[in-house]
């Protein structure tokens, strides 16, 4: 076993847009990132088409999402259309909790394209395409990772078996590292190598998925502006609007349909034609494929963690699969980045799979019973469900829940769960996501309340300055970790008159809510006036308390980050002389 320097702090196997979220939060943060990906060339192909407004606030704190957006198609309403055209029921939802638009469709090679080209920013991290990990070793202080050139035929090949050692190949260049994360698809090696299995089901209905490109985006695609789940009981489809002139449909194959039929020329030209005026479109890419619900056995081994498809696989029915490998580079980034600069302790990563485990488990049901949903193929089944449909949909409270899409997972993690202090009440704040006020900044503009915070934790007192309460070793930690500070005023109600200070408080942000939607949260999670929230980095609340409870809430938070642990890591002679490394790279 190698015992050298680390060279790296994180090896991210996989350059995926879990890899990508996981090597751009990190790059931002100083880390010395290597990515192996064993293409050598950009995979063309579109897979996913569809992200939501928390995902574009993760792309957001990396600077990328007006960058993103600009390939987007945002707010298209998503329709359940039956046989006849007629609509069932729209999902529409105009709301922006996070700042962003809740529907974002987008052509995956487009934005895949954009993030990498935007790693180029980071001088500490590097990109190496057509190398393949091939295996590694892990020890008490890092991962020494071996890694070979490739020729880019991985692409469909079968997934190793689990627990299967590597040997040795002719030609392996060595690298080491303080951790390795496996973001390599649903085929991981890394998870193969450490011997975990997946656990779950795997469906045997058949899709033929279509991909098209528009000759002329402005001749041939007016009649289908929408995402539309088709819920024909004869060929359940999906019709997915993407940007630039693509489209894609995919086709249920019924039984008797074999795949090579389906993949034949002249058949998918059928099954277009009842949509489109086929001529008037490039087709890109047919492919049949099946789907799985499956969920890595555990999500860390000491030094090497998985994520992404490497940890779960979910029906593409409520466009989740990739949106859930990005919350987990987001979630994993900060506590990596805590660990790496001795804030934390490695016991700190246990929260990781604690936290993301239950809700991609319940983005997995939820896709599920999406799919049970639109491709019913039972006559007296897919009656009963279009008669239940229009009922609920206009019921006076369940229809506006399913209508607006409110019934998709919220950002929340499970009670006893997460990294923060417990929820006092049914609504609380804590170990849910904050939303992001359009908030008016000190600068007299609106600004979101992520731009005026930065990376880091914050603290945020609802009028009042989140300092003014902390005792002395407190603060101390605050400043330690390099927090942000915002009081957040009602509109027109920052301090002003005789009497008040002509100098803003040193370290102070500022800020007003004209739109009431930061005191509306305020109130539904039991805050009030002189209440201070203490956000984590991928804003997700730690706790709510009064001013006066504030101190005590930081030694939680001391607790709950293994202060105490990290001091004693530190005192490794590794560890030591790694972190004259780090802050030198930071």
Request: aromatic content about 10%.
């Amino acid at each position: 076993m190698n015992s050298a320097t680390a060279t790296y702090d994180v090896i991210i196997a996989g350059l995926g847009p879990t890899g990508l979220t996981l090597a751009h939060c990190l790059g931002l943060r100083g880390h010395r990132v290597l990515v192996l990906e064993r293409e050598p060339q950009f995979y063309g192909n579109a897979r996913a088409v569809y992200t939501d407004g928390e995902c574009m606030r993760i792309f957001q704190s990396f600077g990328m999402a007006e960058r993103l957006a600009a390939d987007m198609l945002q707010d298209a309403p998503v329709q359940l259309i039956l046989p006849d055209g007629r609509v069932l029921f729209q999902i529409k939802n105009t709301q922006r909790p996070h700042g962003w638009p809740g529907n974002n469709f987008f052509y995956q090679p487009l934005l895949e394209t954009a993030l990498a080209d935007g790693l180029a920013k980071y001088p500490n991290v590097t990109v190496k395409r057509g190398r393949e990990l091939t295996r590694f070793e892990q020890d008490a202080s890092g991962v020494d990772v071996f890694h070979l050139a490739t020729d880019g035929s991985s692409y469909g090949r079968a997934a190793p078996a689990p627990g299967a050692k590597p040997a040795p190949v002719s030609g392996e260049a060595q690298v080491r590292a303080r951790y390795l994360v496996g973001a390599d698809g649903g085929r991981s090696g890394v998870r193969a190598q450490l011997g975990i299995g997946m656990s779950g089901k795997n469906f045997p209905n058949p899709w033929l998925v279509v991909d098209l490109e528009a000759k002329d985006p402005a001749d041939g695609m007016r009649h289908i502006p929408y995402f539309d789940f088709i819920c024909d009981p004869a060929c359940p489809t999906v019709s997915c609007v993407q940007p630039r002139g693509h489209h894609r449909y995919e086709f249920m194959l019924m039984p008797g349909q074999s795949r090579e039929w389906m993949e034949k020329p002249e058949t998918v030209r059928h099954f277009l034609s009842k949509h489109i005026d086929v001529d008037k479109f490039y087709i890109l890419r047919t492919l049949v494929y099946t789907f799985n619900a499956l969920m890595a056995d555990k999500w860390r081994d000491g030094r090497v963690l998985l994520a992404g498809d490497a940890a779960h696989m979910t029906p593409q029915f409520i466009g989740q699969g990739m949106n859930a490998g990005v919350r987990d580079a987001y979630n994993l980034a900060w506590k990596l980045d805590a660990v790496l600069r001795g804030f934390a302790g490695e016991a700190l990563l246990d929260s990781y799979e604690r936290e993301r485990r239950p809700h991609a488990a319940a983005m997995t049901r939820e896709g599920i019973r999406m799919k049970d949903f639109v491709s019913m193929v039972n006559p007296l089944g897919t009656t009963l469900r279009n008669a239940a449909t229009w009922l609920v949909t206009r019921l006076p409270k369940l229809g506006p829940f399913v209508r607006q899409g409110d019934f998709i997972p919220k950002p929340s993690y499970r009670a006893g769960s997460y990294f923060g202090l417990r929820r006092k009440r049914w609504r609380g704040a804590e170990g849910r996501l904050m939303p992001q006020p359009n908030l008016r900044g000190p600068d007299g503009r609106r600004r979101l309340l992520d731009e005026l915070v930065g990376k880091g934790f914050v603290l945020i007192g609802a009028g009042v300055d989140p300092r003014a309460s902390l005792d002395t070793p407190a603060l101390a930690l605050w400043q330690a970790l390099g927090a942000s500070y915002v009081a957040i005023y009602p509109f027109g109600g920052r301090p002003s008159g005789e009497g008040v200070a002509r100098a803003v408080p040193q370290g102070l942000i500022e800020t007003e809510d004209p739109d009431h939607s930061f005191f509306d949260w305020l109130k539904r999670s039991g805050g009030r006036h002189g209440s201070v929230a203490i956000v984590r980095p991928d804003k997700f609340v730690f706790a709510l308390v009064r001013a006066g409870e504030l101190t005590a809430a930081t030694r939680e938070f001391e607790r709950q980050m293994f202060r105490a642990e990290a001091a004693v890591e530190a005192l490794e002679p590794q560890s030591a002389a790694a972190a004259v490394t780090w802050a030198r790279a930071a």
